[in-house]
């Protein structure tokens, strides 16, 4: 029997706000110290009223915009109880059945693929429990009560752990476009649960769900997933049923383990919060927010390819690099106002320039755009020297790198350093003519057939002139005097 998989996440964000959701206590995720940004409400003591920050309501409409959400006019409160230490009131002060956004979807990019998303909505974040298990006890901090934290549903639209991993991506790309978090895995700025169940090809009925949770990367989303659906499939293989539980991802061992068996659903017992009236999420606000949107990574990628005709794989590097990109138009801009024309080999030339010699300096160094002492200005006229043909794409690479060392505009470079394409070619002749009678045996072995001998005897010259002269009229005149 055949199997497909169907596949939802629920995604838990940090938000990045100056202060706590309901109290005016300090939101930094870096602090050390336990239990220093604290007070009476975000402890949960009797008697405190919470009021609501603004700024993380704000924060969620504009995901929700970016989301293409429908953003609901009148938005509650609701407290879902349980009890758990790292939850000093008792109850989380969350939203039930008017979230601040509701509907919306995200496209997954290369596949094109639509994910369609339930709803998001925001809620209060619970403090840290450290486990201290060789003297049997733990400690809480409650740094972390009490932040902003967006919760985002999505329909089960995913299939594989391929997919989910990339809707993950692409999630994790849009909110630091957004600025609304940093949304940093390893810290638990962002945190994913999936559920996944299985059911035969063509079946009406849904399998039985299973959760699976702490997906702190988006490897393991991609490797819990695909784990789940081979153990599941296997289960289904040998005509036992699935049963309904929650596992955790074990990363080490590349696979997930039982936490616990779900009899029923919880009862939170949500009811309204008593101390919050519901808010009105006011259209002038939203259109406000709308209009402050930046440019999303898919819109991005479609103007870069329409605008400047790039390759995906380049787009996707700029799209991930929103300081590159940044650095990229502002090039084409530069070249634009040089006026040279042939504007579409010009941007093909810096595109590649960029990707290549450029960001391999920039990793070497690992360094942003912004550390470095090349300015896009002279990064243009470099590229409008080696367009011109002034010098030699050998000697480019020089120049560049004299570049990045001083920061000195390329023309001085070429300069200083005499590094101008030669157009003598006699002076190319006498360097050709000293490096044929030096070499003897590359000669012999040319002669005999040897194509590579003939690059080796390109590459001495090359060295020779200093990369002044061009590689084909080299090949040309050092074909003619073997001959
Ligand atoms: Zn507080
Ligand atoms: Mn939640």
Known sequence: MKYESIIGLEVHIELKTKTKMFCACKNDPDERHPNVNICPICTGQPGTLPVINRSAVNAVIKVGLALKSKINEITKWDRKNYFYPDLPKGYQISQYDYPICLGGELTIPN?????????????????????????GHSLVDFNRAGVPLMELVTEPDMTSGEEAGAFAQELHLLLRYLGVSDADMEKGQMRIEANLSLKSVGAKELGVKVEVKNLNSFKAVRDAIDYEIKRQTGILE?????IQQTRGWNETKGETVLQRIKEESHDYRYFPEPDLPPLNTNMEMIKEIETGLPELPGDKRKRLKSEYGLADEQINILVNNEKLAGFFEDVVSELQELEIGEKKQLTTLSANYILGDFLGLLNEASAEVDDVKIDAENFAELMSLIHKGTITTRAAKDVLKEMWATGKDPNTIVGEKDLRQTQDTGEIEKAVSKVISENQT?????????EIALQFLLGQVMAATRGKASPEIIAEILKRLLN
């Open 111 to 135: 596949s094109a693929k639509k994910i369609s998303i339930t709803r998001v909505h925001l809620e209060e974040d619970t403090g840290r429990l450290a486990h201290f298990g060789h003297i």
């Open 442 to 450: 590359a000669v012999a072995d040319y002669k005999k057939g040897k």
């Open 238 to 242: 040998n005509g036992e049923k699935i």
